[in-house]
């Protein structure tokens, strides 16, 4: 990871050099980093990514050193668009279970981020729902608007029941006018800003998603804000609960 000052730097080097860029249609690199999900991953979150009116994606799964039938079950599907990588050692995460989810794939991320080859970077966990105009939505508001990074909103669930979450919310705890994983896509030339594996040490904006866009924004990368539905993250697979909350209960279970 490069530190602020670099980032800046890097940011405008890669504006100057983006010419190649597809304007009209662009590739969308669907980045998705696994561990030992793989049903939930292929009965979901990959037949959601395929009934996209927006057909012109890739999408690039990584496992963290998956060890169940992950691969298998991705085999099965013959479309070339998707592509699947398991790395050969697992990361290494915090202990506490809080602080691994704030960077739980951060790792398998960056190594999809090398395997890219789109216009564009949506990063979506692998159990996640996204609505079948969603692509169109954020590519065609992208373009009109000329920005580099773009968020809209998504339906999540709280103790209270269903929230959309849009970017007032985050604003109000972050500060930041986004909101995050999986309602977020930036252009493929800032690939050089990494996931930040150490986020979770920091003392405030320390889930990695919301570390990434806040360096972006300081970077000077122009943002734009879709309000619109665009995604579903559903409640976690063996809880009634989804965020740090499943994650205590699934570690309680030993299965995080």
Same mark, same amino acid.
């Given at each position: ?7 800046k730097i890097?940011l405008?080097y890669?504006?100057?050099i983006s010419?190649? %860029?597809?304007?009209?249609?662009p590739?969308i ?9 793989g049903?939930?991953?292929c ?11 927006y057909?012109?994606?890739e999408i690039i ?10 691969? %298998?079950?991705?085999?099965?599907n013959?479309?070339?668009r998707i ?5 050969e050692?697992?990361t290494?995460y915090?202990v506490?279970p809080?602080d ?19 216009d ?6 692998d ?9 169109e939505?954020?590519v ?22 269903e ?11 972050l ?5 995050g994983?999986?309602?977020?896509m930036y252009k493929?030339?800032l690939?050089?800003f990494?996931?930040?594996?150490n986020?979770w ?11 990434l ?5 300081n ?9 619109e539905?665009v995604?579903?993250s559903?409640?976690v697979?063996?809880?009634n609960?989804?965020?740090s909350?499943?994650?205590?209960h ?5 299965k995080?």
């Amino acid at each position: 990871m490069f530190s602020p000052i670099i980032e800046k730097i890097l940011l405008r080097y890669n504006r100057l050099i983006s010419s190649n %860029e597809n304007k009209h249609e662009p590739l969308i690199s669907v980045i998705i980093a696994t561990y030992n999900r793989g049903s939930i991953l292929c009965d979901r979150t990959i037949p959601a990514i395929l009934n996209q009116t927006y057909c012109n994606f890739e999408i690039i799964i990584v496992g963290d050193k998956v060890a169940d039938n992950t691969e %298998e079950l991705i085999s099965q599907n013959k479309d070339p668009r998707i592509k699947f990588k398991n790395l050969e050692q697992r990361t290494k995460y915090p202990v506490d279970p809080i602080d691994r989810w704030m960077v739980a794939g951060a790792t398998p991320r960056n190594v999809a981020l090398y395997m890219a080859k789109g216009d564009w970077i949506y990063t979506i966990s692998d159990d996640d729902i996204l609505l079948p105009d969603c692509f169109e939505k954020m590519v065609r508001f992208a373009l009109s608007n000329d920005v580099e990074s773009i968020s809209a909103n998504y339906l999540s669930y709280t103790e209270d029941g269903e929230k959309v979450f849009k970017a007032e919310d985050v604003e109000r705890q972050l500060r930041i006018y986004m909101t995050g994983i999986p309602a977020w896509m930036y252009k493929s030339r800032l690939k050089f800003f990494k996931w930040n594996l150490n986020s979770w040490r920091k003392s405030w904006n320390r889930p990695s998603d919301y570390d990434l866009q806040h360096r972006m924004k300081n970077a000077g990368v122009t943002m734009g804000y879709l309000d619109e539905l665009v995604a579903i993250s559903p409640l976690v697979e063996g809880t009634n609960l989804t965020g740090s909350k499943a994650a205590l209960h699934l570690n309680k279970l030993n299965k995080y």
